[in-house]
Nanobody, 123 residues
Framework: VQLQAFGGGLVQAGGSLRLSCAAS????????MGWFRQAPGKGREFVAA????????YYADSVKGRFTISRDNATNTVAMQMNSLKPEDTAVYYC?????????????????WGKGTEVTVSS
């Protein structure tokens, strides 16, 4: 499966952005999908994940209540609505696919990664 993330940009603190990830392939619903991010000088960290059916979602504590992950299996897309953005949310955001269909929080469980989309939150 090939993934392409888009929707990043520059936003002021308190603002919102919506990231999307488009996936190729006819078995999209069988993949668990995740969003990860990597800030300058830091490692890649988990942000949010959703199971293949969309019935299970998980969030990092740092984004709970502010970010919402969703998916549309009819259009092979996964999205993440990001509200109340903070400067510490600044990072390159990546979408990833897990062929087991579960919503995993660890990078090693994901076999497919898209190129990142950059989010910058100014204070």
């Amino acid at each position: 499966v090939q993934l392409q993330a888009f929707g990043g940009g520059l936003v002021q603190a308190g603002g919102s952005l919506r990231l999307s990830c488009a996936a190729s392939g006819r078995t999209f619903r069988s993949y668990g999908m995740g969003w990860f991010r990597q800030a300058p000088g830091k490692g890649r960290e988990f942000v949010a994940a959703i199971s293949g059916s969309g019935s299970s979602t998980y969030y990092a504590d740092s984004v709970k209540g502010r970010f919402t992950i969703s998916r549309d299996n009819a259009t092979n897309t996964v999205a993440m609505q990001m509200n109340s953005l903070k400067p510490e949310d600044t990072a390159v955001y990546y979408c990833a696919a897990d062929p087991t269909g579960n919503a995993k929080t660890i990078t090693v469980h994901y076999d497919y990664w898209g190129k990142g989309t950059e989010v910058t939150v100014s204070s």
